[in-house]
């Protein structure tokens, strides 16, 4: 199955709805790291959340889902642009035993924060507690408060691949009743069809009796996105005198990217380069 998120929307009700199955794209993401099970577990169904919130992007720019909380999870983010590429990594207390945690554990006195940043205009954030059982109660829980749009999430994954599906309510959905209706036949999936199942199948097994619009089925990829100049400019915030220091003691500054764990090594003689450059940039 290729990676994809499909958007439909049953017209007669005004209500919308997305699925998606992520395998080649959420092994990419993960396979760089040493994430305990739980924790890579997580960031893979943070990432099918985000790319069904992205499909809702209408200009260029991207839209992330941030994790924090003072418990075993420090911190869990996953970016994904207009073009339906994604990136995600996750920082975590590595001595904690998670063999028995729960999500309420892992994110005790936590806060998810999802953010919309175009690349022109404003950019717009929304937090909420992270105080639902799990991250897909979560993510319904903003919708219902901070955007009031009555919404459901199913998430399914393995250590392989991920699945989710969103429904939500268009400002136009006729009942209460119908969306009731919708979530009553989504509640039927068995994560065992949902891990084996392409989602056209997986649609038609749950709204064949439906009037069901298919909009689009888009391809997801993973797409880090860091560049030698990139993290060149992330080194620079260091100031000079400490950048200085460390090449006096270490002859050269290394640097891993934190989401694709990518190596970079720059000597002085980068460094003045990437300092000439900047200098000509803000001449012109």
């Known amino acids: 199955m290729s990676d994809t998120v499909h958007r439909f929307i049953f017209d007669d009700y005004g209500i919308r709805g997305e699925v998606t199955n992520l395998t080649e794209s959420s092994q990419k993401m993960i ?3 040493q994430y305990p099970t739980f924790i890579s577990d997580l960031l893979q169904q ?3 959340v985000n790319v069904l919130l992205a499909t809702t992007l209408k200009f260029e720019g991207r839209i992330s889902i941030q994790l924090q909380s003072q418990s075993s999870l420090r911190m869990l983010v996953v970016q994904t642009s207009h073009q339906l590429g994604f990136r995600g990594m996750a920082q975590f207390d590595e001595q904690a035993d998670y063999s028995k945690m729960t999500f309420k554990d892992l994110t005790k006195d936590g806060q998810m924060c999802i953010t919309i940043e175009p690349l022109k205009g404003k ?3 929304g937090i909420v507690s992270l105080d639902g ?3 897909a109660q979560c993510v319904e829980n903003y919708f219902n408060q901070s955007e009031q749009l009555k919404t459901r999430i199913w998430l ?3 250590q392989q691949q991920v699945f989710g599906l969103l429904l939500q309510a268009l400002p136009d959905m006729d009942s209460e009743a119908s969306f009731q209706h919708l979530t009553h036949l989504a509640s039927t999936l068995t994560e065992q069809e949902c891990l084996s199942v392409d989602s056209e199948t997986i649609l038609h097994r749950l709204f064949h009796q439906e009037a069901i619009n298919n909009l689009s089925v888009d391809n997801i990829e993973f797409s880090c996105g860091c560049s030698r100049e990139k993290m ?3 080194l620079m915030l260091l100031g000079e005198e400490e950048i200085s220091q460390i090449l006096a003691e270490e002859g050269q500054i290394s640097m891993n990217c ?3 764990r990518n ?3 720059f000597t002085d003689l980068d460094i003045k380069k990437h300092h000439s450059l900047e200098g000509n940039s803000t001449q012109h």
């Open 31 to 33: 396979q760089a790291h």
């Open 156 to 158: 399914f994954n393995n």
């Open 232 to 234: 060149l400019d992330s």
């Open 46 to 48: 943070a990432a099918a």
């Open 123 to 125: 950019r717009y954030q």
């Open 263 to 265: 190596h970079y090594s």
């Open 258 to 260: 934190e989401f694709c």
């Open 133 to 135: 059982e799990n991250l």
